[in-house]
């Protein structure tokens, strides 16, 4: 497995790709390599794009991806859509729009199916992010699609958040809960061809006004048409900014360090997880508690509570199984 993570130091795409499907098959046989290849993590920049499907992420990701191979700097895109199991359909047409990249040995391309993972973004992004990083890509881009919870997950990957929207989607003010608007560190309104996006912009705004984010960042909102390639450089110039602002007050170290913690903990509830179900179908005390949950002689909470209190470790399969 070491030699897995040499062979990624030392730039080799096939490695690279392995050590990627490793991780998101949620394979053990990843850790080496990744403790391996921790030391080098840490000069990437990390930029999420999140917002609705179809607003224009993989065309923004697109153009930033051309611009900054303009200024020199090589790129790692993460492409997710954890918004259903069945994700051929929009991965598709992330792949078709960012085409181009695929001959330029500066980009590396990923697309990640999380198979219906619930909740937020799944721990794996967090790997793989690092994993990008080790590699030796500038930035790291992560496009996912902004639904609920996966929305606020992106805050866990990425140094700088930006949270994409449109004209006509007359909702999204509605749908900038409090939630998002802690999370947004830049909010972009793409299709600004079309009609309303001045408004759109000026509605955003006057909600920023109301109210006051906790580390004292004034997140912009900027104006893109991520298709005709405008807009483009002040986003970057605006990512830079924040950039900035982060490494002037600590921000940046803060936020890396909290991601650290969460990808421990999450892996953590991750293994569990992963343990007790592989264990369902072997462990007969675990089908009897199973038994008896269906026929309420053991109630849910009370009974998950027990198990890991009294016999968890051994029923996990104890630390032999890893
Ligand atoms: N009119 C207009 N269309 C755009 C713009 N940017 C992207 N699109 C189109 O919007 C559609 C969805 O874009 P896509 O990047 O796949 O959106 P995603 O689902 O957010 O990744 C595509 O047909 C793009 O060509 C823009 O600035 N103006
Ligand atoms: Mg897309």
Do not use: C
């Amino acid at each position: 497995m070491n030699d897995l993570a040499d062979r990624v130091m030392g730039g080799e795409l096939r490695a690279l790709s392995r050590l990627l499907s490793l991780l998101e098959r949620g394979e053990p046989a990843a850790a080496p390599a990744m403790e391996r290849l921790d030391p080098q993590t840490g000069r990437a920049y990390t930029v999420g794009i999140t917002g609705p499907p179809g607003v224009g992420k993989s065309t923004l990701v697109d153009r930033l991806t051309e611009h900054l191979r303009q200024l020199g700097l090589s790129v790692g895109i993460l492409a997710v859509d954890p918004t259903s199991p069945f994700t051929g359909g929009a991965l598709l047409g992330d792949r078709i729009r960012m085409q181009r990249h695929y001959l330029d040995a500066g980009v590396f391309i990923r697309s990640v199916a999380t198979r219906g993972q619930s909740g937020g973004l799944p721990r794996i992004v967090k790997s793989m992010v690092r994993l990008l990083d080790a590699a030796g890509k500038d930035v790291v881009l992560v496009e996912t699609v902004g639904v609920g919870q996966t929305e606020l997950g992106i805050m866990g990957v990425a140094d700088t958040v930006i949270v994409t929207m449109m004209p006509e989607s007359g909702d999204a003010i509605q749908t900038l809960k409090a939630g998002v608007m802690e999370i947004a560190d830049l909010y972009v309104i793409n299709k600004a061809d079309r009609d309303g996006a001045n408004r759109m912009a000026a509605a955003v705004t006057a909600m920023l006004h109301m109210s006051d984010r906790s580390d004292g960042w004034n997140p912009p909102v900027l104006l893109t048409q991520a298709h005709a390639n405008a807009g483009i450089a002040e986003l970057w110039d605006s990512v830079g900014q924040h950039r900035s602002f982060l490494n002037d007050t600590g921000g940046l170290e803060r936020r890396r360090l909290e991601r650290r913690r969460q990808e421990f903990l999450e892996s953590v509830q991750e293994e569990i997880y992963r343990r007790i179900t592989r264990r369902l179908a072997a462990d007969a005390r675990l089908n009897q508690l199973l038994a008896d949950i269906d026929g309420k002689q053991a109630e849910p909470y009370a009974a998950a509570l027990g198990l890991l209190a009294d016999e968890g470790l051994e029923l996990l399969g104890g630390p032999a199984a890893l």
